[in-house]
């Protein structure tokens, strides 16, 4: 059976267009998690995990992004159910892919995939793949912001293992 964890993931993001197709962003996220070895159902109770990255994304006439991630950070806290503790890991990601929308009326489906190149406490790099798909449906409009909610489901490939990572579902609220 999987490990069954509550989470909270709060994700800002500042965009800049820097001409029709070209833009950057920078991601600042932060997560916590209930504290999953002692069965706890708070999502706010323990902080697992703090990021900042940043991309550049460009967008092809027809439609289809090109992303690419020159640099990510990320501080997370594991749990050692060895040791018993929690214990810091520092990673840093570059990442290179493609994302399309598809529009359905006034909601859209989105897939991407990704490559990354990951450097977890500074032992030998890792590769990894994964794709989206999103599904994301406006709720409301408050004068220059939307309200949305997004069905998500990602899936991620150890490379160099030839084995699933990780499969993450989620729904959340976005506001635009």
Sequence with gaps: MSQQRFENWTKISAVKSISKQLTTAVDVQFRTQSDYPHNAHNPFEKIRTGS??????????????????????????????TQQEWLNTYETRQSLGLQHSFKYGQSSLRIRSLMELRIINHRAPTYRSRTLIQFKYPLLKIKHTEVGVILSDEYFYQLLHSQMDNNRMFTGITLQ
């Design 52 to 81: 900042a990255r940043i991309w550049l994304n460009w967008q092809s006439q027809l439609g289809t992004e090109i992303l690419l991630s020159p640099l990510a950070y990320f501080i997370t806290k594991d749990y050692n159910s």
